[in-house]
């Protein structure tokens, strides 16, 4: 089992920025990515980004393309969001979710293990 704690949300105007974490801690080692998923009202969970543990970036959600940076330090377990050219669309829960697949990871059903959730309000 792989436990994440997500942190860094928070309420921001159009146009700013904020950075979410996502610490992993357990085991880790059965992992071979995580990703940010998002999720508002109404909506279906969506991938926003994924990065696996030894590799780069593997997708961006076309809309965050440009304005979102996922990256992760091995050292500490820990995975980010840099989330910037915030918009007003971008409000929602955000979640990162830990796979041990490398296939089909678009999908939250292919990830084992999710944090509780921070959420991201943008003002307009």
């Known amino acids: 089992q792989v436990q994440l704690v997500e942190s860094g949300g928070g309420l921001v105007q159009a146009g700013g920025s904020l950075r979410l974490s996502c610490v992993a801690s357990g085991n880790i080692f059965s992992s071979y990515a995580v990703g940010w998923f998002r999720q508002a009202p109404g909506n279906e969970r969506e991938l926003v980004a994924t990065i696996a543990w030894h590799a780069g970036p593997l997708y961006y959600l076309e809309s965050v393309k440009g304005r979102f940076t996922v990256s992760r330090d091995n050292a500490i377990n820990t995975v980010y969001l840099q989330m910037s050219d915030l918009k007003y669309e971008d409000t929602a829960n955000y979640y990162c979710?830990?796979?041990?697949?490398?296939?089909?990871?678009?999908?939250?059903?292919?990830?084992?293990?999710w944090g509780q959730g921070t959420q991201v309000t943008v003002s307009s």
């Open positions: 979710a830990a796979t041990r697949f490398n296939t089909g990871l678009l999908s939250p059903s292919r990830y084992q293990n």
